[in-house]
């Protein structure tokens, strides 16, 4: 490897190719979509997530400028339920110095700043590459060239896209190199401090995967190039003293982030999703994810430019001449082949191979090594180049051509031509230059086919010009302007109702004048998570731990939804919880656009008193939808012993019913028959399942719950898959002799299973009734931000005045199936009516709400528990006319207090945890930083004097 050094040369003119060369590359590319009619926010995390945070976290800027003097906002009550605002926006925007850029404009243009930083990010990632490159000798030809192999990857264009903020580590990772270096070669650990301080608020995911890469660099260069130049604990003593300089200063976000973390729905995941080894299809796959700029799996996202395949193949010839290099791809491979190294890096969580962000330096400057080497190769070297591209060319085009797929060809067009120029102009004096061409004109094919919607999918989903302004103006078509603005009720949709085209999901709130149940955020709060998994939500996710909670009508009720918004003509606008009325409809012409709002009396209170308590112990043994009743009657504690329990009463019924199976000749639907119960079934036919209600009458006034449990998917063997497609090929109403060919179905079959996955772990359960559709589903092994086991769930069928007499059984993809159905009826009228009248007149009363406060008086007759529907969370203290009080957990989930008889006049108050601590330690930090600079200043003058 070439010695890095720090006597850098002059290159303006390098940095002027750099700049107008991007602009060319960046034009095309993101332009691409501009033409296309595109904007550049992507339908699902950018659109659900990044965006309404940046427009909010910009708002609160702008309020802390002109106001510099308020307190600061650390509970915010329109991020779902309720969260930590500093905890959640730490995780996104605060440790971004991109979000401040939005303060240099008006709060109206931050969707078109937003779309700006994108492409700044990009720019920036190339500009930290050449600052890096710069340490080595080498032309301006290879800087460039690895600058942008380093830049332009599929890894970097889809999270330009996807998420921008994943640029940031490609910024920071050869900025921390630069800062390694300078220790280790004698100079001062400032600028290590300074970057390294950065990865640490930047970003607390990222912090752990370039903390870990920043490690092996170190460990690696000291035993390749260092061990006899210096002396361990001399080095070692100044790279601690860095780190623990780094970590204080950057405490005041690390410190909440971190408790955040522990305390977190995320926490407890199945380690690497429970595989030890990656499915078939990744390994096949993964040889063309070099250069392969389509879909991947476990975010193995390479994409690079064919060049870079040549690139490492010169690092294995000469594999003495670059140790460093060799054993960071020996390494990197290694940890390609198992998931956990994937879970490792991901916080013990799926094994996710976001990591491989580390390998783009060493790939890159291995592109730019191999430029300035040209002249030196040998006919030995081109022929082992040789051999090892065909060796390449066929494990990375049998797998495309089996299946059809063409994406990968324009790649190896560009791969022979490398060679090709190699070999017949390697000597030349303009070589480098040639190649550098080429590479540009890759690049550029590779990204316009990426960005065009006529040769990939991806574009489609982005949202359209203005579709972001337009969707945020109308996501409630107006209905909302007459809901008044308060935190003592909230709003919530129809599950899998409200829909605006392009996948988008009103997830997060884009109306900050509402407050929204659901949310979508990367750190939830633990105590949504206890309380959506006591009851079964069937629509709970580590992300998304609420949704529309499956539309109980009692669980929405609890959590203060007073207000449900819901679309005419789609899916499920029917199942409308009990107690909810239609109030206003946006009177569009076309009923199938109509927008209609709904509203309750029926919302309990934010806080309120209730006397009747049961211990937690007990209440966990209750059944999801029992747990959902007595929600309305008793209140849950950890300790009981200051108070009568109540004995659990319920009037949930269970509900008799048979299964009926309806056996259909016909063309399989990769359906093969399901296991209810104990009872399994083989048949080799399209077969339907009914669950039939014995005396539906008897359930009437009801909300239906169906639930599934001790669920279990056997998927088809491979061979059984083959099977299946042939007879598939052979029956169907339409099929003629000549239409059938069992051979190639067979075939077919077989290599979409392993290329693809197609029998992999992914299945759904679902219910139909005339009213309701529902469902549930086991999403595979490869996705790595919703996966979870399904074993147990229950299906909300929607309030039912007269019970359905039948429902259909919905399953998904072939395999067995295996699960224990029990239906159960929950009576909704004039009892339930009667307890939330109760429960409406112990509201905490006079409620007031202030920055991290909340305030309200309340007289009680008898000791009880002053229960609501807040997150817990150890931020929490509460006063008591004025004497402090412990604030307890309710239900499990929310705060509480122990009250006795009398007159209280109640004060919650919210401080972030952490903050406080982590303060005082990056000052503490910041001193010893500063003092660390000083000193030697102070003591060079003193030795001059």
Not at 406 to 429: D, G, K, M, N, V
Not at 498 to 518: E, H, S
Not at 753 to 764: A, D, E, R, V
């Amino acid at each position: 490897m070439y010695k890095f050094h720090f006597d850098l040369k002059k290159s303006k003119m390098m940095y002027l190719y750099y700049l107008i060369i991007f602009a060319i590359l960046a034009g095309l590319i993101f332009g691409t979509y501009k033409i296309s009619g595109y904007s550049l926010i992507q339908s699902h995390d950018p659109a659900e997530q990044h965006l309404p945070i940046l427009e909010n976290y910009r708002q609160l800027l702008g309020n802390f400028i002109t106001h510099p003097f308020q307190p600061l906002k650390m509970w915010s009550w329109d991020l779902g339920i309720g969260a930590d605002q500093f905890q959640t926006f730490a995780y996104y925007v605060i440790g971004d110095v991109f979000a401040y850029i939005t303060l240099l404009f008006p709060s109206s243009a931050v969707v078109t700043v937003y779309q700006f930083t994108l492409v700044l990010r990009l720019f920036c990632v190339g500009l930290s590459f050449i600052f890096f490159a710069r340490h080595f000798k080498l032309s301006t030809s290879a800087i460039l060239t690895g600058t942008f192999i380093y830049q332009f990857t599929s890894f970097s264009l889809y999270s330009s896209v996807m998420q921008p903020f994943f640029l940031t580590p490609f910024i920071i990772f050869p900025l921390l190199i630069i800062g390694i270096e300078k220790i280790l070669q004698g100079d001062r650990p400032h600028f290590f401090i300074l970057i390294l301080t950065w990865t640490f608020i930047s970003n607390f995911y990222f912090s752990v995967v370039l903390g870990i890469g920043a490690l092996l660099y170190l460990i690696l260069r000291y035993v390749i190039y260092y061990r006899k130049r210096l002396k361990f604990f001399k080095t070692a003593a100044v790279f601690l003293f860095s780190a623990v300089t780094s970590l204080l200063v950057s405490a005041i976000m690390l410190l909440p982030a971190m408790i955040s973390v522990l305390d977190s729905t995320r926490s407890g995941g199945l380690f690497a999703n429970g595989l030890k080894v990656f499915p078939i299809y990744y390994y096949i796959n993964l040889p063309a994810q070099l250069i392969a700029s389509g879909q991947s799996t476990f975010w193995t996202k390479f994409g690079f430019s064919s060049f870079a395949v040549l690139a490492i193949i010169h690092i294995i010839y000469n594999r003495k001449k670059y140790p460093l290099l060799i054993t960071t791809f020996i390494m990197g491979l290694i940890m390609l082949l198992f998931p956990l190294f994937g879970a490792l890096f991901n916080g013990f969580q799926a094994p996710s191979n976001r990591w491989i962000l580390l390998l783009f330096v060493p790939v890159a400057l291995s592109s730019s090594l191999f430029i300035d080497s040209l002249k030196k190769m040998d006919l030995a070297e081109l022929k082992f180049m040789g051999k090892c591209l065909v060796g390449y060319l066929i494990l990375v085009t049998v797998p495309f051509y089996i299946n059809g797929e063409t994406e990968i060809f324009i790649p190896i067009i560009f791969l022979i031509s490398f060679f090709a120029i190699i070999l017949l102009y390697r000597q030349r004096r303009y070589s480098g230059r040639i190649l550098l061409s080429l590479v540009l004109l890759n690049l550029a094919a590779t990204g316009i086919s990426y960005a065009s919607p006529f040769t990939n999918t991806f574009s489609h989903t982005l949202m359209p010009s203005d579709g972001y302004q337009s969707l945020s103006k109308n996501i409630f078509a107006d209905l909302d302007k007459d809901i008044p603005k308060s935190n003592a009720f909230r709003v919530s949709t129809i599950s899998r109702n409200y829909n605006f085209g392009a996948d988008f999901m009103l997830r997060n709130n884009l109306n900050p004048d509402v407050n929204l149940i659901n949310s979508y955020y990367s750190i939830q709060n633990g105590s949504l998570s206890t309380f959506s998994n006591n009851l079964q939500n069937s629509q709970y996710n580590n992300n998304v731990p609420l949704e529309n909670f499956d539309d109980r009508t009692i669980a929405n009720n609890f959590l203060g939804v007073k207000y449900l918004f819901t679309k005419s003509g789609e899916l499920n606008d029917t199942k409308i919880p009990y107690g909810y009325h239609l109030s206003r409809s946006n009177l569009s012409k076309d009923k199938t656009e109509q927008t209609n709002l709904y509203e309750t009396q029926n919302n309990f209170p934010l806080i309120y008193w209730q006397p009747n308590v049961i211990s937690d112990a007990r209440y966990t043994k209750l059944s999801a939808s029992n747990k959902e009743r007595q929600l309305s009657k008793v209140v849950s504690i950890a300790d009981t012993s200051d108070f009568k329990q109540n004995e659990p009463v319920s009037d949930v019924k269970n509900v008799s019913f048979t299964v009926e199976k309806t056996t259909n000749t016909g063309q399989l639907n990769e359906s093969t028959i399901p296991v209810i119960g104990n009872e399994y079934h083989n048949n080799p036919v399209l077969d339907t399942y009914h669950i039939k209600i014995k005396d539906a009458k008897k359930y009437q006034n009801s909300e239906l719950h169906v639930s599934l449990t001790n669920i279990k998917h056997e998927a088809l063997s491979v061979k059984d898959q083959m099977n299946l497609a042939v007879l598939n090929n052979k029956i169907g109403s339409d099929k003629q002799l000549l239409d059938t060919n069992a051979s190639l179905a067979s075939q077919k079959s077989l290599s979409k299973q392993l290329t693809t996955g197609s029998s992999g772990t992914s299945y759904s359960i679902g219910l139909k009734s005339k009213k309701t559709t529902n469902k549930i589903k086991q999403l595979g092994v490869d996705n790595l931000s919703f996966f979870k086991i399904l074993s147990d769930t229950t299906l909300n069928m929607g309030y039912q005045k007269k019970m359905p007499e039948s429902l259909e059984l919905l399953l998904s993809n072939s395999g067995t199936y295996s699960f224990k159905i029990k239906i159960t009826a929950v009576p909704l009228g004039k009892t339930y009516t009667n307890e939330v009248n109760t429960i409406q007149k112990n509201k905490l009363h006079s409620l007031k709400f202030s920055t991290n406060k909340v305030t309200g008086s309340i007289t009680t007759k008898e000791p009880g528990i002053l229960t609501s529907s807040i997150p817990y969370s150890e931020g929490w203290i509460a006063t008591d006319n004025g004497h402090t009080v412990p604030v307890i957990k309710t239900n499990e989930a929310f705060i509480g207090l122990k009250l006795q008889k009398g007159t209280h006049h109640i004060v919650y108050s919210y401080k972030t945890p952490g903050l406080t601590t982590g303060a005082i330690l990056s000052v503490l930090g910041l001193l010893i930083w500063f003092v660390s600079i000083l000193v030697p200043i102070a003591w060079a003058r003193f030795k001059n004097h």
